[in-house]
C-alpha cells in the first residue's frame, strides 16, 4: 500500500507520456552519442559493451558502480531539493568539496571515539555545506540574486580554497596536494570486505526515501512544494516564501556538504585536489532527469553511476576517453529538456517547462 | 467647473477641427460628463453614412478549438464610415472574429471581403495592407522606447540603413495634429498614463493608413472621462470617412458610440440593429439570452460591531509611486461594503495591504481591535481574514496542483487535515469532495488539476476555500470577474449568505451593477483616495459615476 | 624610482586591455541574447568549443585566421542547438545552458585525446597564433612606453573594443537591433506588428555565439596559442554575472569586463609577489560575486515610510492631476 502510493507520488503527473517522452530523448541522446563516437574513430557498439562490463561485469564491477553512485545520488538529492523549492543550486559541487574538506579536517586533527568521531566529521561537512551556501541564499531570498550565476561563481571559489588550505596549510608531509589520512575511527563502515562501498549508500537511500515521503506527506513538505511550484499563491496562503527558499537553499547545502563527508570518510580517507571531480554536476543532472523525484532520482543516479564506473575500463580497453560518458550525459538532458512528447503543451508566449 | 477645465480645453481643440458640435452641447457636455447613458444621446448625431459599399464583410466565419465551436457561421457586415459595436459577453466569440479578421486567426470556414474584395488574410501584414487596423486590449508598446519609436515599429523610416530618428519625430508630430491625440513624440513610453498609452496605439494603427479601425475592449482601464474623450476621437474619424470596429461587453458604451450593434452569443450573431431600435434591456436580453436584473438583494438589517478598521492608509505601488492616499474605512459584521472605481485606481494595492501581501507606507489597520498592519499573511488569516484575490490564476490557485492541494493551502498545519506535521491526505480529499458538492464545483473529483476547470469554477473552488477558513472577515475582490452569468448569480447568493451568517464583507468590484445588488455602502476610490461614500440602497450612479473619475459631487453643485 | 612605477602602472594597464577582451567579447556576445530576453548561461561552452576548434583549425589550415573561422563556426553550432532547444522547443533555458557547458568540457576532452593523443592540453604542434597589430607612427608619436597601451594588440582586442560604440549605435539606429529589444522587452509587441519573435531569437543567439567565438579564438590563439582544459574557467558565468547587472547595455558591460579584467590582472601581478596562487585565482571569481551581491543590494526593494513632505507632495500630485489629465495614473 506504501509502496503504491510512494510510486503514484513519483510519477503522479501524465505517467504514460512522461515515460513515452523520456524513453525518447534517452534513443535520440544514444543515436547522436554513438555518432560522436563514431567521429572519434571507436564502434560505438564496443564502447557500449564496455561501458557495460565496466559496470556491471562482476560483483566488484556491481560494488564499483555502486560506490560511484552513492555521491551522485546524495547530491542528487540535494539537488532535488532545491528544485521543489524553486530554486536552482548549481553550487552543489563547493559544497561537495567544503564538506569533504570539514570531514578530513575533523577525521585527521581530532581523536576521538569511533562512532562519535564520524558524527562529528559528518556534522561539520553537513555544517560547511550548509553556510558555504547560505550567502548566495541569503542575498537570492533577500534581494533577488540570480543563485544559478552566484553558486556556480562559488563553485571556482571552493575548489581554490580548498586547494590553497590542502596544499598550503594542511600538506600531508612528503606527499603531494593531499591532506593526512584520516584515523581509522572516522572511517565509514565498508558493505563488503573486497569494495570500499561503504553506508554511504544506505545513507543515500535512506535520505531519497524520506526526503521523498516529506514531500508527499508533511505540512513544511506541501509549503515547500507549493513555494516552487506557484510562490504567489503560496505567499498569498500564508507560507513565508523567502523563509522557505532560504531553508530549502540551506538544506540542500547541507546534504551537498553531506556528500563531501561521505566521500572522505568512505572512500578517500583523506582530503585531495580535485577528490571529487563533477559529482556535484552530476548529482544536479540525475535530479532534473529525474523530474525533481527524489526517488527517481535513485535510479539516474544508479545509471550515472554504471557509466562513470563503466569508463574506467573504457580507459583501459578503448582509445576512447573517459569523458565520452560526460558527452552523453550532456546529450540525455538536451534530448529531455527538448521533451518532444510534450511539444505541443503550453502556450505561445512560453511557460517555461521543468516545474517541479 | 475648475474640475473638469481638462475636457474644456478638448473640446476647444476638437471643435477647430468638428464644428458639427453645437456650442450648447458642448456646454452641457462640460458640465456634465459623468454618466454615459446621459451623455449619448447628444453625442450621437446622425451619422453621415454612406450605404454605397461595405468595409468589411464576413460570411459563414465559423472557427473550432477542439470540440469547442468559439465561432458558429458567423455574417458581420459593416458599412464604411459607421461606428459597429459587437457586444457579447467574454466568451462569446468577439475577439476570436476579430482575431480571424486581422489575420492573426486562421477560420475553418467562411470568407472575407474588405471593400467588396474577397481575399485571405493569412497574417496581420495582410490586413495592414488592407488598410485594416487594430488597438488591442492590452496595449502592446514597448516601454524602453519613444513614443515615436513606437509608433513606427516594424515600419521604421531609415537614411543611409539608419533610422532616422528625427523623421520619425517629425512624422509623429504631423500625425498627432492631424487627429488632435495629443502627444509627446520624444517622451518615453514608460510612466505615461492608459489613456496616452492609448492614444499612441491608435495613432499606430493611423501611420499604417488605417480606414478600418478594430477597438478591442477599449475603455477597460479608462476612467470615465478618458472614455469620453475615446468617444469623440471615434466620432471624428467617422466624420472623416473611416470605418470603427467597437468590441465591447459593456452596455452604457455601446449604447452612447455606436451607429450599428451586432450581438454574439455562444459563438453565433444573435442579432444586428441599428443602436436607434435597441433599448438597454433588450440588449441584455439579446446577450444573456434571458432576462436577467442584478436586482438589490432583499435583506434585513444587522447592526454588528465594527470588525475591521482601516485608518489613514497609505501604501507604495510597484513603482513606488502612491497607490493609496490616506484611505480610512470601517466594516461591521453583517454588512457588506463596496468599493467602487476604475481598475487600477488602488483597488488591488487596498486588498494586498489588508492582506498583509504589500507594506503600507503608514496608517492603521486592526482587524477586531487588534492591530494587523505589518503582519505576515500568515498572522492575518489566524486573527480571521479571508481573501478571495483578484487575481485568482496566480494568487488564487496553483493551476498545476489538484483541487485538494489547492484546497490545502492556509490550512495544512491544521486538524482536521495535518496532525503533528503530517498530512492527512484521504481527510483532505474528503473534505474537497464534500466542497465540491455544496458549491456545485463542475470537476470529476478532487483530484483532478484545477487548470482543467472552467474560470466560473476555479472561482468556486477559491471562495468554497475562504469562505470555510473560519475567518469572519472576508475580503472579495472582483468576484465574478471573468465568470459567466449562470455562476455569478451563484457567486452573489453564496455572498448573502455569508453576510446573512454575520460576516463583515468587503467587497471589490468594478461591476456597479454587482455592486448595487449586493452593497449596503459603497465606497468609490479615484487615485489611491476614497471620493466618497453612498449608500447602496439609494444609490446615485450619477455621483459614484463623477467619483470614479475623480470629482466630487459636492464641488459640481458649487459649480452650478 | 617614479619611473619603475609609471612603468608598472603602464604595464598593469595593458594587461588589464590584454585580459578584459575575452570576457568583454564573450560579454557583448551575451548582450544579444539577454537584450532578446533570453538568460544565456551557455556562454562558457561556447567560448570553451570555440578555443579548441580554433587551436585545431589553426593546425590544420596553418592560418590563424582559419583557426578563428573554424573556432568561430564551432560556437555557432553550439548557438543554434542552443536556440533549436530554448527558441523552437522552449526548454528550460538554464538547463540546456548547463548542459552545453558540459557537453563542450566532455567533447573537447575527448577530441584532444582522439586528435593529439594527450590528456590535459596541446601546446605547439603547429598552432598558429593570432599577429600583433603595430599602429604605425604610434612609438614616434608617443614614445615606447605609452604605445603599448595603444598598439601591439592581437586584432581581436581591437575588435572587442571598437564593438561597444558600434553595439549602442546597433541597439539604438538598426533595425534588426531595435527588434532584439523589442523582441527582450515586450515580445507581444513584436508579435503585434509581424516581428517574428523566432527568428529574431535565432538571430540574437546566433550572434552570442559569433562573439563567444571570437572569445575562445582569443583565449586559445592571443596571447598564448595552447588549449587546456576548461581552459574558459568560468569567464563565460562572470560574463553572465555581468550580463545580470547590466541588463546587456554596452557601456556598463564594458565597465564591468574592464573591473574584472583588471582584477585578473591584478591578481597576475599579485602571485609575482608570492602570494599563494590558490588565493589569488580566486580573486577574479570573489570580485564577480561580491559585484553581483553589491548591486543587488542596491537594486532592494525599499521600506518607504510616508513623511509630511511625501504626503503633501501626493496629495498636490493629485490635485493639478484633476487640472492636467495627462498626469500618470496609478496602475496595478
Same mark, same amino acid.
Given at each position: 500500500?506504501?509502496?503504491?502510493?510512494?510510486?503514484?507520488?513519483?510519477?503522479?503527473?501524465?505517467?504514460?507520456?512522461?515515460?513515452?517522452?523520456?524513453?525518447?530523448?534517452?534513443?535520440?541522446?544514444?543515436?547522436?552519442?554513438?555518432?560522436?563516437?563514431?567521429?572519434?574513430?571507436?564502434?560505438?557498439?564496443?564502447?557500449?559493451?564496455?561501458?557495460?562490463?565496466?559496470?556491471?561485469?562482476?560483483?566488484?564491477?556491481?560494488?564499483?558502480?555502486?560506490?560511484?553512485?552513492?555521491?551522485?545520488?546524495?547530491?542528487?538529492?540535494?539537488?532535488?531539493?532545491?528544485?521543489?523549492?524553486?530554486?536552482?543550486?548549481?553550487?552543489?559541487?563547493?559544497?561537495?568539496?567544503?564538506?569533504?574538506?570539514?570531514?578530513?579536517?575533523?577525521?585527521?586533527?581530532?581523536?576521538?571515539?569511533?562512532?562519535?568521531?564520524?558524527?562529528?566529521?559528518?556534522?561539520?561537512?553537513?555544517?560547511?555545506?550548509?553556510?558555504?551556501?547560505?550567502?548566495?541564499?541569503? #542575498?537570492?531570498?533577500? @534581494? $533577488?540574486? !540570480?543563485?544559478?550565476?552566484?553558486?556556480? &561563481? %562559488? *563553485?571556482?571559489?571552493?575548489?581554490?580554497?580548498?586547494?590553497?588550505?590542502?596544499?598550503?596549510?594542511?600538506?600531508?608531509?612528503?606527499?603531494?596536494?593531499?591532506?593526512?589520512?584520516?584515523?581509522?575511527?572516522?572511517?565509514?563502515?565498508?558493505?563488503?570486505?573486497?569494495?570500499?562501498?561503504?553506508?554511504?549508500?544506505?545513507?543515500?537511500?535512506?535520505?531519497?526515501?524520506?526526503?521523498?515521503?516529506?514531500?508527499?506527506?508533511?505540512?513544511?513538505?506541501?509549503?515547500?512544494?507549493?513555494?516552487?511550484?506557484?510562490?504567489?499563491?503560496?505567499?498569498?496562503?500564508?507560507?513565508?516564501?523567502?523563509?522557505?527558499?532560504?531553508?530549502?537553499?540551506?538544506?540542500?547545502?547541507?546534504?551537498?556538504?553531506?556528500?563531501?563527508?561521505?566521500?572522505?570518510?568512505?572512500?578517500?580517507?583523506?582530503?585531495?585536489?580535485? #577528490?571529487?571531480?563533477? @559529482? $556535484?554536476? !552530476?548529482?544536479?543532472?540525475?535530479?532534473? &532527469? %529525474? *523530474?525533481?523525484?527524489?526517488?527517481?532520482?535513485?535510479?539516474?543516479?544508479?545509471?550515472?553511476?554504471?557509466?562513470?564506473?563503466?569508463?574506467?575500463?573504457?580507459?583501459?580497453?578503448?582509445?576512447?576517453?573517459?569523458?565520452?560518458?560526460?558527452?552523453?550525459?550532456?546529450?540525455?538532458?538536451?534530448?529531455?529538456?527538448?521533451?518532444?512528447?510534450?511539444?505541443?503543451?503550453?502556450?505561445?508566449?512560453?511557460?517555461?517547462?521543468?516545474?517541479? | 467647473?475648475?474640475?473638469?477645465?481638462?475636457?474644456?480645453?478638448?473640446?476647444?481643440?476638437?471643435?477647430?477641427?468638428?464644428?458639427?458640435?453645437?456650442?450648447?452641447?458642448?456646454?452641457?457636455?462640460?458640465?456634465?460628463?459623468?454618466?454615459?447613458?446621459?451623455?449619448?444621446?447628444?453625442?450621437?448625431?446622425?451619422?453621415?453614412?454612406?450605404?454605397?459599399?461595405?468595409?468589411?464583410?464576413?460570411?459563414?466565419?465559423?472557427?473550432?478549438?477542439?470540440?469547442?465551436?468559439?465561432?458558429?457561421?458567423?455574417?458581420?457586415?459593416?458599412?464604411?464610415?459607421?461606428?459597429?459595436?459587437?457586444?457579447?459577453?467574454?466568451?462569446?466569440?468577439?475577439?476570436?472574429?476579430?482575431?480571424?479578421?486581422?489575420?492573426?486567426?486562421?477560420?475553418?470556414?467562411?470568407?472575407?471581403?474588405?471593400?467588396?474584395?474577397?481575399?485571405?488574410?493569412?497574417?496581420?501584414?495582410?490586413?495592414?495592407?488592407?488598410?485594416?487596423?487594430?488597438?488591442?486590449?492590452?496595449?502592446?508598446?514597448?516601454?524602453?522606447?519613444?513614443?515615436?519609436?513606437?509608433?513606427?515599429?516594424?515600419?521604421?523610416?531609415?537614411?543611409?540603413?539608419?533610422?532616422?530618428?528625427?523623421?520619425?519625430?517629425?512624422?509623429?508630430?504631423?500625425?498627432?495634429?492631424?487627429?488632435?491625440?495629443?502627444?509627446?513624440?520624444?517622451?518615453?513610453?514608460?510612466?505615461?498614463?492608459?489613456?496616452?498609452?492609448?492614444?499612441?496605439?491608435?495613432?499606430?494603427?493611423?501611420?499604417?493608413?488605417?480606414?478600418?479601425?478594430?477597438?478591442?475592449?477599449?475603455?477597460?482601464?479608462?476612467?470615465?472621462?478618458?472614455?469620453?474623450?475615446?468617444?469623440?476621437?471615434?466620432?471624428?474619424?467617422?466624420?472623416?470617412?473611416?470605418?470603427?470596429?467597437?468590441?465591447?461587453?459593456?452596455?452604457?458604451?455601446?449604447?452612447?458610440?455606436?451607429?450599428?450593434?451586432?450581438?454574439?452569443?455562444?459563438?453565433?450573431?444573435?442579432?444586428?440593429?441599428?443602436?436607434?431600435?435597441?433599448?438597454?434591456?433588450?440588449?441584455?436580453?439579446?446577450?444573456?439570452?434571458?432576462?436577467?436584473?442584478?436586482?438589490?438583494?432583499?435583506?434585513?438589517?444587522?447592526?454588528?460591531?465594527?470588525?475591521?478598521?482601516?485608518?489613514?492608509?497609505?501604501?507604495?505601488?510597484?513603482?513606488?509611486?502612491?497607490?493609496?492616499?490616506?484611505?480610512?474605512?470601517?466594516?461591521?459584521?453583517?454588512?457588506?461594503?463596496?468599493?467602487?472605481?476604475?481598475?487600477?485606481?488602488?483597488?488591488?494595492?487596498?486588498?494586498?495591504?489588508?492582506?498583509?501581501?504589500?507594506?503600507?507606507?503608514?496608517?492603521?489597520?486592526?482587524?477586531?481591535?487588534?492591530?494587523?498592519?505589518?503582519?505576515?499573511?500568515?498572522?492575518?488569516?489566524?486573527?480571521?481574514?479571508?481573501?478571495?484575490?483578484?487575481?485568482?490564476?496566480?494568487?488564487?490557485?496553483?493551476?498545476?496542483?489538484?483541487?485538494?492541494?489547492?484546497?490545502?493551502?492556509?490550512?495544512?498545519?491544521?486538524?482536521?487535515?495535518?496532525?503533528?506535521?503530517?498530512?492527512?491526505?484521504?481527510?483532505?480529499?474528503?473534505?474537497?469532495?464534500?466542497?465540491?458538492?455544496?458549491?456545485?464545483?463542475?470537476?470529476?473529483?478532487?483530484?483532478?488539476?484545477?487548470?482543467?476547470?472552467?474560470?466560473?469554477?476555479?472561482?468556486?473552488?477559491?471562495?468554497?476555500?475562504?469562505?470555510?477558513?473560519?475567518?469572519?472577515?472576508?475580503?472579495?475582490?472582483?468576484?465574478?470577474?471573468?465568470?459567466?452569468?449562470?455562476?455569478?448569480?451563484?457567486?452573489?447568493?453564496?455572498?448573502?449568505?455569508?453576510?446573512?451568517?454575520?460576516?463583515?464583507?468587503?467587497?471589490?468590484?468594478?461591476?456597479?451593477?454587482?455592486?448595487?445588488?449586493?452593497?449596503?455602502?459603497?465606497?468609490?476610490?479615484?487615485?489611491?483616495?476614497?471620493?466618497?461614500?453612498?449608500?447602496?440602497?439609494?444609490?446615485?450612479?450619477?455621483?459614484?459615476?463623477?467619483?470614479?473619475?475623480?470629482?466630487?459631487?459636492?464641488?459640481?453643485?458649487?459649480?452650478? | 624610482?617614479?619611473?619603475?612605477?609609471?612603468?608598472?602602472?603602464?604595464?598593469?594597464?595593458?594587461?588589464?586591455?590584454?585580459?578584459?577582451?575575452?570576457?568583454?567579447?564573450?560579454?557583448?556576445?551575451?548582450?544579444?541574447?539577454?537584450?532578446?530576453?533570453?538568460?544565456?548561461?551557455?556562454?562558457?561552452?561556447?567560448?570553451?568549443?570555440?578555443?579548441?576548434?580554433?587551436?585545431?583549425?589553426?593546425?590544420?589550415?596553418?592560418?590563424?585566421?582559419?583557426?578563428?573561422?573554424?573556432?568561430?563556426?564551432?560556437?555557432?553550432?553550439?548557438?543554434?542547438?542552443?536556440?533549436?532547444?530554448?527558441?523552437?522547443?522552449?526548454?528550460?533555458?538554464?538547463?540546456?545552458?548547463?548542459?552545453?557547458?558540459?557537453?563542450?568540457?566532455?567533447?573537447?576532452?575527448?577530441?584532444?585525446?582522439?586528435?593529439?593523443?594527450?590528456?590535459?592540453?596541446?601546446?605547439?604542434?603547429?598552432?598558429?597564433?593570432?599577429?600583433?597589430?603595430?599602429?604605425?607612427?604610434?612609438?614616434?608619436?608617443?614614445?615606447?612606453?605609452?604605445?603599448?597601451?595603444?598598439?601591439?594588440?592581437?586584432?581581436?582586442?581591437?575588435?572587442?573594443?571598437?564593438?561597444?560604440?558600434?553595439?549602442?549605435?546597433?541597439?539604438?539606429?538598426?533595425?534588426?537591433?531595435?527588434?532584439?529589444?523589442?523582441?527582450?522587452?515586450?515580445?507581444?509587441?513584436?508579435?503585434?506588428?509581424?516581428?517574428?519573435?523566432?527568428?529574431?531569437?535565432?538571430?540574437?543567439?546566433?550572434?552570442?555565439?559569433?562573439?563567444?567565438?571570437?572569445?575562445?579564438?582569443?583565449?586559445?590563439?592571443?596571447?598564448?596559442?595552447?588549449?587546456?582544459?576548461?581552459?574558459?574557467?568560468?569567464?563565460?558565468?562572470?560574463?553572465?554575472?555581468?550580463?545580470?547587472?547590466?541588463?546587456?547595455?554596452?557601456?556598463?558591460?564594458?565597465?564591468?569586463?574592464?573591473?574584472?579584467?583588471?582584477?585578473?590582472?591584478?591578481?597576475?601581478?599579485?602571485?609575482?609577489?608570492?602570494?599563494?596562487?590558490?588565493?589569488?585565482?580566486?580573486?577574479?571569481?570573489?570580485?564577480?560575486?561580491?559585484?553581483?551581491?553589491?548591486?543587488?543590494?542596491?537594486?532592494?526593494?525599499?521600506?518607504?515610510?510616508?513623511?509630511?513632505?511625501?504626503?503633501?507632495?501626493?496629495?498636490?500630485?493629485?490635485?493639478?492631476?484633476?487640472?492636467?489629465?495627462?498626469?500618470?495614473?496609478?496602475?496595478?
Amino acid at each position: 500500500m506504501t509502496n503504491r502510493l510512494l510510486f503514484r507520488g513519483l510519477f503522479s503527473k501524465g505517467l504514460a507520456r512522461t515515460l513515452m517522452g523520456q524513453a525518447l530523448a534517452f534513443a535520440i541522446a544514444l543515436a547522436l552519442g554513438a555518432i560522436i563516437i563514431l567521429l572519434i574513430d571507436e564502434s560505438p557498439v564496443a564502447v557500449f559493451l564496455t561501458l557495460m562490463r565496466g559496470a556491471f561485469g562482476d560483483t566488484e564491477k556491481i560494488a564499483g558502480t555502486l560506490l560511484q553512485t552513492t555521491p551522485i545520488l546524495i547530491c542528487g538529492i540535494a539537488a532535488c531539493i532545491a528544485l521543489r523549492g524553486g530554486m536552482f543550486n548549481v553550487g552543489i559541487e563547493g559544497q561537495l568539496f567544503l564538506g569533504g574538506f570539514a570531514a578530513a579536517w575533523v577525521g585527521f586533527a581530532f581523536s576521538l571515539p569511533p562512532v562519535l568521531h564520524v558524527l562529528a566529521a559528518m556534522t561539520l561537512a553537513v555544517v560547511a555545506g550548509a553556510l558555504w551556501v547560505a550567502i548566495p541564499a541569503f #542575498f537570492r531570498v533577500r @534581494f $533577488g540574486t !540570480d543563485e544559478v550565476v552566484s553558486t556556480i &561563481l %562559488a *563553485n571556482y571559489i571552493a575548489t581554490l580554497l580548498t586547494s590553497y588550505l590542502t596544499i598550503f596549510l594542511f600538506k600531508r608531509p612528503g606527499g603531494w596536494s593531499e591532506t593526512p589520512p584520516i584515523l581509522p575511527s572516522a572511517y565509514l563502515p565498508e558493505l563488503f570486505s573486497f569494495s570500499r562501498l561503504n553506508i554511504g549508500l544506505l545513507i543515500g537511500l535512506a535520505l531519497a526515501v524520506g526526503v521523498a515521503a516529506f514531500f508527499r506527506w508533511t505540512s513544511a513538505g506541501y509549503a515547500v512544494t507549493m513555494v516552487g511550484s506557484a510562490p504567489k499563491f503560496a505567499e498569498y496562503g500564508g507560507v513565508n516564501v523567502r523563509r522557505v527558499g532560504f531553508g530549502v537553499l540551506l538544506v540542500s547545502g547541507a546534504v551537498g556538504g553531506l556528500a563531501g563527508g561521505v566521500e572522505t570518510l568512505g572512500v578517500h580517507h583523506r582530503f585531495m585536489e580535485g #577528490f571529487a571531480p563533477g @559529482f $556535484g554536476f !552530476d548529482g544536479l543532472i540525475a535530479a532534473l &532527469l %529525474a *523530474n525533481g523525484s527524489p526517488i527517481g532520482t535513485i535510479f539516474t543516479a544508479l545509471f550515472f553511476g554504471a557509466l562513470r564506473a563503466g569508463s574506467l575500463l573504457l580507459e583501459v580497453d578503448t582509445t576512447a576517453s573517459r569523458e565520452i560518458i560526460t558527452v552523453i550525459q550532456a546529450l540525455i538532458i538536451l534530448a529531455v529538456s527538448a521533451d518532444l512528447m510534450m511539444r505541443r503543451r503550453g502556450d505561445r508566449t512560453g511557460e517555461r517547462r521543468w516545474k517541479f | 467647473m475648475s474640475a473638469v477645465h481638462g475636457s474644456q480645453l478638448y473640446f476647444n481643440r476638437r471643435h477647430e477641427r468638428a464644428p458639427r458640435i453645437q456650442p450648447e452641447v458642448r456646454r452641457r457636455l462640460s458640465t456634465y460628463v459623468s454618466s454615459l447613458s446621459c451623455v449619448n444621446h447628444r453625442l450621437s448625431s446622425p451619422a453621415s453614412v454612406c450605404f454605397m459599399d461595405f468595409a468589411v464583410d464576413l460570411t459563414g466565419i465559423t472557427k473550432r478549438f477542439g470540440a469547442f465551436t468559439a465561432n458558429d457561421s458567423i455574417n458581420l457586415t459593416v458599412r464604411r464610415g459607421e461606428i459597429h459595436a459587437i457586444i457579447g459577453e467574454n466568451g462569446a466569440g468577439k475577439t476570436t472574429l476579430m482575431n480571424i479578421l486581422f489575420g492573426l486567426l486562421q477560420p475553418d470556414a467562411g470568407s472575407i471581403a474588405i471593400g467588396g474584395k474577397t481575399m485571405l488574410i493569412d497574417s496581420p501584414a495582410v490586413a495592414i495592407a488592407e488598410g485594416l487596423g487594430m488597438v488591442h486590449q492590452h496595449f502592446k508598446l514597448v516601454p524602453s522606447l519613444t513614443v515615436a519609436d513606437n509608433i513606427f515599429l516594424g515600419m521604421e523610416i531609415r537614411k543611409n540603413g539608419l533610422i532616422d530618428r528625427a523623421a520619425q519625430v517629425e512624422r509623429t508630430r504631423f500625425l498627432s495634429e492631424k487627429f488632435g491625440l495629443r502627444v509627446d513624440p520624444q517622451e518615453r513610453v514608460a510612466g505615461l498614463s492608459v489613456g496616452i498609452e492609448q492614444r499612441i496605439e491608435i495613432l499606430k494603427v493611423l501611420a499604417r493608413n488605417a480606414r478600418t479601425i478594430i477597438l478591442d475592449e477599449p475603455t477597460a482601464v479608462l476612467t470615465p472621462q478618458e472614455s469620453h474623450d475615446l468617444f469623440q476621437t471615434l466620432r471624428g474619424f467617422v466624420d472623416d470617412g473611416m470605418t470603427v470596429i467597437f468590441i465591447s461587453h459593456h452596455l452604457e458604451e455601446v449604447m452612447a458610440v455606436s451607429d450599428t450593434v451586432t450581438v454574439l452569443r455562444d459563438g453565433r450573431v444573435v442579432a444586428t440593429k441599428a443602436k436607434s431600435a435597441l433599448t438597454k434591456r433588450e440588449l441584455v436580453r439579446l446577450m444573456v439570452g434571458r432576462d436577467i436584473s442584478f436586482d438589490r438583494r432583499p435583506r434585513t438589517r444587522n447592526d454588528g460591531a465594527v470588525a475591521l478598521n482601516v485608518t489613514d492608509l497609505w501604501a507604495r505601488d510597484d513603482r513606488w509611486l502612491p497607490a493609496l492616499k490616506s484611505v480610512s474605512l470601517t466594516v461591521s459584521s453583517g454588512e457588506i461594503v463596496g468599493i467602487a472605481g476604475v481598475a487600477g485606481n488602488g483597488q488591488t494595492e487596498l486588498a494586498e495591504v489588508l492582506a498583509g501581501l504589500r507594506p503600507a507606507s503608514n496608517g492603521s489597520v486592526q482587524l477586531h481591535g487588534h492591530d494587523i498592519l505589518d503582519r505576515t499573511p500568515a498572522e492575518i488569516r489566524n486573527r480571521g481574514l479571508a481573501h478571495v484575490p483578484g487575481d485568482r490564476m496566480v494568487r488564487g490557485v496553483d493551476r498545476d496542483a489538484t483541487l485538494s492541494a489547492n484546497m490545502l493551502m492556509g490550512r495544512q498545519k491544521k486538524k482536521p487535515f495535518a496532525r503533528h506535521g503530517v498530512i492527512d491526505w484521504a481527510a483532505v480529499h474528503e473534505a474537497m469532495r464534500a466542497l465540491i458538492q455544496r458549491y456545485d464545483i463542475r470537476a470529476r473529483g478532487p483530484k483532478d488539476p484545477a487548470r482543467s476547470l472552467s474560470g466560473g469554477n476555479i472561482q468556486k473552488v477559491v471562495l468554497a476555500r475562504e469562505f470555510t477558513a473560519g475567518g469572519d472577515v472576508l475580503l472579495i475582490d472582483q468576484p465574478t470577474r471573468g465568470v459567466d452569468i449562470g455562476a455569478q448569480e451563484a457567486i452573489h447568493d453564496e455572498i448573502m449568505r455569508q453576510r446573512a451568517d454575520g460576516r463583515a464583507i468587503l467587497l471589490i468590484s468594478t461591476q456597479l451593477d454587482e455592486l448595487k445588488a449586493l452593497a449596503d455602502r459603497i465606497l468609490v476610490m479615484f487615485d489611491g483616495r476614497i471620493m466618497g461614500s453612498v449608500d447602496g440602497a439609494e444609490m446615485d450612479e450619477d455621483a459614484i459615476g463623477l467619483m470614479m473619475a475623480g470629482i466630487n459631487p459636492a464641488d459640481m453643485t458649487e459649480a452650478t | 624610482m617614479e619611473i619603475l612605477s609609471n612603468l608598472f602602472n603602464v604595464a598593469l594597464l595593458v594587461a588589464t586591455i590584454r585580459t578584459t577582451t575575452p570576457i568583454l567579447l564573450v560579454a557583448l556576445g551575451g548582450s544579444f541574447t539577454t537584450k532578446a530576453g533570453i538568460f544565456n548561461i551557455g556562454l562558457e561552452g561556447q567560448m570553451l568549443i570555440a578555443a579548441f576548434f580554433a587551436v585545431v583549425g589553426s593546425i590544420y589550415t596553418g592560418s590563424s585566421l582559419g583557426g578563428m573561422v573554424i573556432g568561430v563556426f564551432a560556437a555557432l553550432v553550439f548557438a543554434l542547438i542552443y536556440a533549436v532547444l530554448v527558441v523552437s522547443f522552449r526548454a528550460n533555458e538554464v538547463v540546456v545552458g548547463l548542459a552545453l557547458n558540459i557537453l563542450a568540457g566532455g567533447i573537447t576532452v575527448s577530441l584532444l585525446k582522439a586528435i593529439f593523443g594527450t590528456r590535459g592540453s596541446v601546446v605547439g604542434r603547429g598552432i598558429v597564433g593570432l599577429p600583433k597589430v603595430q599602429i604605425p607612427g604610434a612609438r614616434d608619436l608617443l614614445g615606447p612606453s605609452t604605445a603599448q597601451l595603444i598598439s601591439g594588440y592581437t586584432p581581436l582586442v581591437y575588435v572587442a573594443f571598437l564593438a561597444v560604440p558600434l553595439l549602442i549605435i546597433f541597439y539604438n539606429r538598426t533595425r534588426l537591433g531595435l527588434y532584439i529589444r523589442v523582441v527582450g522587452e515586450k515580445p507581444e509587441a513584436a508579435e503585434a506588428l509581424g516581428i517574428s519573435i523566432v527568428w529574431i531569437r535565432y538571430a540574437a543567439s546566433l550572434l552570442c555565439g559569433l562573439f563567444a567565438g571570437l572569445a575562445g579564438a582569443h583565449m586559445s590563439l592571443g596571447y598564448i596559442t595552447m588549449f587546456t582544459e576548461n581552459m574558459s574557467s568560468g569567464r563565460g558565468f562572470m560574463a553572465v554575472a555581468i550580463l545580470i547587472f547590466s541588463g546587456g547595455d554596452p557601456l556598463k558591460v564594458l565597465a564591468g569586463c574592464l573591473l574584472f579584467g583588471f582584477a585578473d590582472a591584478f591578481s597576475l601581478r599579485l602571485q609575482t609577489f608570492g602570494f599563494p596562487s590558490y588565493l589569488v585565482l580566486a580573486v577574479p571569481y570573489a570580485v564577480a560575486l561580491v559585484a553581483l551581491f553589491a548591486l543587488s543590494w542596491r537594486a532592494r526593494p525599499k521600506r518607504i515610510r510616508e513623511t509630511v513632505e511625501t504626503i503633501r507632495r501626493a496629495l498636490s500630485v493629485h490635485r493639478s492631476g484633476e487640472a492636467d489629465r495627462d498626469a500618470p495614473l496609478p496602475r496595478s
